[in-house]
């Protein structure tokens, strides 16, 4: 057992750094989801507030159909936008998973391999 003890040393800073590496790259699709929705959300609020402006001055018939197609239109643009973070979630799951596993196991090899005997 004394001789494979350092290597199960080594074997948990390695799987510890793989897993480390892991959470970064879920930590990474995290972040540019999170500036999708914000980038999302500042168009949205774009394209009502110009929606607006030019329903301010339209005869009752007209309003009504911009009306009807904007709403239409956010609810299209929101569905796309569910669905890109939805993709994202499910990409984000199992990378987190498997990370924490790594460095789980990582630890208890390093802890195995630096027990006294």
Known sequence: M???QPWLSVAGVAID??????LLWEWWIA?????NQLGFQRR?????????FHQ?????????HLETSGKMMDDMALRRAWDEHAQTMRR?????????????VGSLLQIAGAWPL
């Open 92 to 104: 984000r799951k199992p990378a987190f998973l498997a990370a924490a596993a790594l460095i789980v």
């Open 17 to 22: 750094l793989l897993g480390f590496l892991i």
């Open 56 to 64: 301010a001055n339209v005869s009752g018939q007209l309003r009504q």
């Open 2 to 4: 004394q001789d494979i």
């Open 31 to 35: 972040f540019f989801n999170e500036e």
């Open 44 to 52: 949205l609020e774009q394209e009502r507030n110009r929606r607006a």
